[in-house]
């Protein structure tokens, strides 16, 4: 397997509380990996660690090692907006930035100086917003304020702003969740178009949704992976009795 | 259709028609008292008001009905509230941004909260009694620098007290949006915080400017009265509250008119600078995430 994610070793704390207990686990090169497992039992602890967002909780204390293309991102000399650069997040609850649709757009881009000139710039938001799904509903209302979209429409727009920072990974906390079934579609057809350039990882809680996406899954109980593996293999032939007991209590 | 006819007199239909009488009486009485302000003052004010009264100091017995004007105490109250809200939002800001960042919600951020609003609730007479006792054991004399300093004591607790409940409002989704994009904290600051607490932070600088302009109990030790323009800040300086005070006292039936005059002058200030703080928050709102 080709492997752009390494967890090795990994184990986090809040305060005493140990979340996540020895994590060892590869997530593949341009697949879509969805993780699984009751509430409480880590998801989000686990999606934070690949782009530093731990540290943004105060208490939190981990050990062991995060590897992207082979790079520890907890070494010393890694910069932390590098990481965020590369390591892409879609919230659970879109959250778009007090400025226009356009500007929400080009925000990281402006950062992160990536593109030259006007030009450059304006291209490039269309550009996202296309592959977002998002082109033809705004391309008239540029620079309304991005408050004014719908929810669904707010989330394909942070979609856009994500993929505009050029990041290789992409990491989904329940992405969907928050959005209607015809948003939510929007969304998973978006990210099943984008999985050849990007390595996608998504927190789901709803099964379906995960056999829709996955191509590879990972099953967590209390703080730790009990199950990982292609899709096939996990959904059809579960190995752990856990894993089994979860997917037949789902629908 | 009889069953879907509103049973008026059913207790809790009574319950809100009166409910919704006293709150049309509060709210005429509160618009009322408005307008019966501005009527009185522009009616009594407006006769005497000419362009000598805004462009020229006090001539020569002017305060027994002879020519002149007002403008050393339009310049001076100028002058006053700008510096001391100046200088409130010099110490205010900060305070602010300590209370979110390392106080937050802690005992010590809430005994701070606390004393800023007993601060925000003492008389300004008490200030400039305050003021005027510190200036005597510094052997200091009225001054305009006085009058700031005082104003800004007067201001500081409203201002940070307002930029405290806009700053604590900011949402944190919105940091944690901007800093997954790779920004830097300071990025964050600068792009996204100010953005979005711009608008709240502009009202609490003009309320603090709207309370320093009105102000004349603080003054009127501090800073004290002269029919000059200040030329530096040791110099002493009128304002409007205490032209009106003193020129309404007078046994001169033209100058008390003159009083109404000046208590119109301070009126359209006032007016003017809420409301372009209006209109400008309503622009800087724009693009705000509710
Ligand atoms: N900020 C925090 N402080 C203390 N404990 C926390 C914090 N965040 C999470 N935890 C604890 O860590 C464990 C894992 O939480 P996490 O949010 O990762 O679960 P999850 O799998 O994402 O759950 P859900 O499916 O409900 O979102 C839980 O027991 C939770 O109570
Ligand atoms: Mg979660």
């Given at each position: 397997m080709?492997?752009?994610?390494?967890v090795?070793?990994?184990?986090?704390?809040?305060?005493?509380?140990?979340?996540?207990?020895?994590?060892?686990?590869?997530?593949?090169?341009?697949?879509?990996?969805?993780?699984m497992?009751?509430?409480?039992?880590?998801?989000?602890?686990?999606?934070?660690?690949?782009?530093?967002?731990?540290?943004?909780?105060?208490?939190?204390?981990?050990?062991?090692?995060?590897?992207?293309d082979?790079?520890?991102?907890?070494?010393?000399?890694?910069?932390v907006?590098?990481?965020?650069?590369?390591?892409?997040?879609?919230?659970?609850?879109?959250?778009p930035?007090?400025?226009?649709i356009?500007?929400?757009?080009?925000?990281?881009?402006?950062?992160?100086?990536?593109?030259?000139?006007?030009?450059?710039?304006?291209?490039?938001?269309?550009?996202?917003?296309?592959?977002?799904?998002?082109?033809?509903?705004?391309?008239?209302?540029?620079?309304?304020?991005?408050?004014?979209?719908?929810?669904?429409?707010?989330?394909?727009?942070?979609?856009?702003?994500?993929?505009?920072?050029?990041?290789?990974?992409?990491?989904?906390?329940?992405?969907?969740?928050?959005?209607?079934?015809?948003?939510?579609?929007?969304?998973?057809?978006?990210?099943?178009?984008?999985?050849?350039?990007?390595?996608?990882?998504?927190?789901?809680?709803?099964?379906?949704?995960?056999?829709?996406l996955?191509?590879?899954?990972?099953?967590?109980?209390?703080?730790?992976?009990?199950?990982?593996?292609?899709?096939?293999?996990?959904?059809?032939?579960?190995q752990?009795e856990?894993?089994?007991?979860y997917?037949?209590?789902?629908? | 259709?009889?069953?879907?006819?509103?049973?008026?007199?059913?207790?809790?239909?009574?319950?809100?028609?009166?409910?919704?009488?006293?709150?049309?009486?509060?709210?005429?009485?509160?618009?009322?008292?408005?307008?019966?302000i501005?009527?009185?003052?522009?009616?009594?004010?407006?006769?005497?008001?000419?362009?000598?009264?805004?462009?020229?100091?006090?001539?020569?017995?002017?305060?027994?009905?002879?020519?002149?004007?007002?403008?050393?105490?339009i310049?001076?109250?100028?002058?006053?509230?700008?510096?001391?809200?100046?200088l409130?939002?010099?110490?205010?800001?900060?305070?602010?941004?300590?209370?979110?960042?390392?106080?937050?919600?802690?005992?010590w951020?809430q005994?701070?909260?606390?004393?800023?609003?007993?601060?925000?609730?003492?008389?300004?007479?008490?200030?400039?009694?305050?003021?005027?006792?510190?200036?005597?054991?510094?052997?200091?004399?009225?001054?305009?620098?006085?009058?700031?300093?005082?104003?800004?004591?007067?201001?500081?607790?409203?201002?940070?007290?307002?930029?405290?409940?806009?700053?604590?409002?900011m949402?944190?989704?919105?940091?944690?949006?901007?800093?997954?994009?790779?920004?830097?904290?300071?990025?964050?600051?600068?792009?996204?915080v100010?953005?979005?607490?711009?608008?709240?932070?502009?009202?609490?600088?003009?309320?603090?400017?709207?309370?320093?302009?009105?102000?004349?109990?603080?003054?009127?030790?501090?800073?004290?009265?002269?029919?000059?323009?200040?030329?530096?800040?040791?110099?002493?300086?009128?304002?409007?509250?205490?032209?009106?005070?003193?020129?309404?006292?007078?046994?001169?039936?033209?100058?008390?008119?003159?009083?109404?005059?000046?208590?119109?002058?301070?009126?359209?200030?006032?007016?003017?600078?809420?409301?372009?703080?209006?209109?400008?928050?309503?622009?800087?709102?724009k693009?705000?995430v509710?």
């Open positions: 080709d492997a752009h994610i390494q090795k070793n990994l184990n986090v704390y809040y305060g005493k509380q140990q979340a996540l207990k020895d994590v060892n686990i590869e997530i593949p090169k341009n697949q879509i990996t969805v993780i497992g009751p509430s409480g039992c880590g998801k989000t602890t686990l999606l934070k660690t690949f782009n530093r967002f731990l540290e943004l909780t105060e208490g939190t204390q981990l050990t062991g090692e995060v590897l992207v082979g790079k520890n991102i907890y070494d010393r000399d890694v910069d907006t590098e990481v965020r650069k590369v390591v892409g997040l879609l919230a659970q609850r879109p959250a930035l007090p400025m226009s356009f500007d929400n757009v080009l925000y990281g881009m402006n950062i992160h100086r990536m593109k030259k000139d006007r030009r450059e710039y304006k291209d490039a938001a269309r550009h996202y917003l296309e592959i977002a799904g998002l082109w033809d509903e705004v391309q008239n209302r540029l620079h309304d304020p991005a408050t004014s979209l719908s929810i669904g429409q707010q989330q394909r727009l942070c979609l856009a702003r994500g993929l505009a920072v050029e990041p290789e990974i992409i990491l989904g906390d329940e992405p969907t969740s928050a959005l209607d079934p015809i948003s939510s579609q929007n969304i998973e057809s978006r990210l099943i178009e984008l999985k050849q350039q990007y390595t996608t990882v998504i927190v789901t809680h709803t099964l379906r949704q995960a056999k829709r996955g191509d590879y899954v990972i099953y967590m109980y209390l703080g730790e992976v009990i199950e990982a593996g292609p899709a096939k293999e996990v959904f059809n032939n579960p752990h856990r894993t089994r007991a997917l037949e209590g789902q629908i | 259709m009889g069953f879907l006819t509103k049973k008026r007199w059913q207790r809790r239909h009574l319950v809100e028609t009166f409910m919704k009488f006293i709150m049309r009486v509060s709210l005429f009485i509160v618009a009322g008292s408005l307008g019966l501005l009527w009185i003052v522009v009616v009594r004010g407006l006769p005497s008001l000419s362009w000598e009264m805004v462009s020229q100091i006090p001539k020569g017995g002017y305060y027994m009905g002879k020519g002149g004007g007002i403008l050393n105490a310049i001076g109250s100028l002058y006053l509230a700008a510096g001391g809200t100046l409130a939002m010099i110490f205010s800001v900060p305070i602010a941004i300590y209370l979110k960042t390392y106080l937050g919600d802690s005992k951020g005994y701070v909260r606390l004393s800023l609003d007993v601060l925000w609730g003492i008389p300004s007479i008490v200030y400039g009694a305050f003021g005027f006792a510190l200036m005597i054991s510094l052997g200091m004399r009225a001054s305009l620098l006085a009058g700031i300093i005082i104003l800004a004591f007067i201001e500081l607790p409203i201002m940070t007290r307002a930029m405290d409940e806009v700053i604590r409002r949402p944190e989704d919105l940091e944690h949006a901007a800093l997954a994009l790779g920004s830097t904290k300071f990025e964050v600051a600068l792009r996204i100010t953005r979005q607490m711009l608008p709240g932070i502009t009202t609490a600088i003009l309320l603090g400017f709207g309370r320093g302009i009105g102000d004349a109990a603080s003054v009127l030790f501090t800073a004290g009265y002269t029919d000059r323009i200040p030329t530096s800040l040791m110099r002493p300086t009128a304002s409007l509250p205490l032209a009106v005070f003193f020129q309404l006292s007078s046994p001169y039936p033209e100058v008390r008119e003159r009083g109404y005059a000046a208590a119109l002058i301070l009126t359209v200030i006032v007016l003017v600078v809420s409301f372009s703080s209006r209109w400008l928050s309503a622009r800087l709102n693009y705000t509710k």
